[in-house]
């Protein structure tokens, strides 16, 4: 865990008895994590690192959810055709 994740107790008093983690992101996470595989309910980034675009198409296309998702690259030309492949993603620089 890079950061965040801790227990957070909130201060409404119906609230206390839940389970509440602050957001948190996860990094070098691989394929065949379940983490990775998996559908998460809450506030959690997995950074997943990649050295080509046929890898990251790859791994877009192999998901069984891909409910969100970004890309963050120092390439811009990269960045640029990746955006246009996959339409649902918010693509940063």
Known sequence: MLCGGERVIPSDSELQGGYFLSPCVLSDVTDDMEIAREEVFGSVACLFPFSTEHEVIQRANNTTFGL??????????????????????????
């Open 68 to 93: 969100a998702g970004g890309i963050f690259t120092r390439c811009v030309v990269s960045l640029s055709f990746l955006g246009i492949l996959f339409h649902t993603f918010q693509t940063s620089n």
